[in-house]
């Protein structure tokens, strides 16, 4: 009886021990727009993020209207004309860190890995392969990465007013701590 115990207490512990997940509720996403006639900058500091260590699954979930801008009619005009975040109230990206193995959750480092999911944005999901760095220290990941998105790609409609005014690719940069829970 003691030994099956025994079992038990440990098959808990080894399953404890890799059911790492690592969480954030303030994660930052920006993003920039680059055209001679104007760029446009926004950051979101509200980014809720979970990356299992054991799987690679995560999620990243963005709040629309937690966009920050330099102009609030700018502001004003993403939410309400472009992204429609009263309809589409969150951008998500849902996946798999493809290459895993590549990163050492024990050992402080930086590690390069691709990641593999759903882009949904404006309602629209599209499949996307990502390139991030995941950067451990002590109790912490950092997940980094750089994209472009297309406004086209996600069914964005940019009035042909402003057209010139909003590039065709969008650059978005997600640098996100997220802690050992």
Excluded: W
């Excluded at 440990?10 to 021990?17: F, I, P, R």
């Excluded at 995560?58 to 009619?73: D, M, N, Y």
């Excluded at 949904?120 to 994209?147: C, Q, W, Y």
């Excluded at 086209?152 to 042909?160: L, T, V, W």
Aim: glycine share 4%; net charge positive; charged share 25%.
């Amino acid at each position: 009886m003691k030994k099956l115990i025994l079992a038990a207490v440990l098959v808990c512990g080894m399953t404890t021990a890799y059911a790492q997940k690592y969480m954030t509720r303030t994660g930052k996403v920006t993003f920039f727009s680059s055209t001679p006639l104007e760029n446009i900058e926004a950051f979101n500091n509200e980014t809720a993020a979970v990356l299992d260590a054991a799987t690679g699954d995560f999620v990243f979930q963005v709040p629309i209207k937690s966009f920050r801008f330099e102009k609030a009619l700018m502001q004003e005009h993403f939410n309400e004309n472009y992204m429609e975040s009263g309809k589409y109230p969150k951008a998500e990206y849902k996946g798999k860190v493809t290459d895993l193995d590549k990163v050492n959750f024990s050992k402080n480092g930086t590690y390069n890995v691709t990641t593999k999911g759903k882009l949904t944005i404006h309602g629209v999901a599209r499949d996307v392969t990502l390139p991030a760095a995941v950067t451990v220290k002590d109790k912490t990941v950092m997940v980094n990465s750089e994209f472009k998105v297309k406004p086209q790609d996600h069914d964005i409609k940019i009035p042909g007013l402003v057209e010139n005014k909003i590039a065709k690719e969008i650059e978005v940069t997600v640098n996100s701590i997220l802690e050992k829970k």
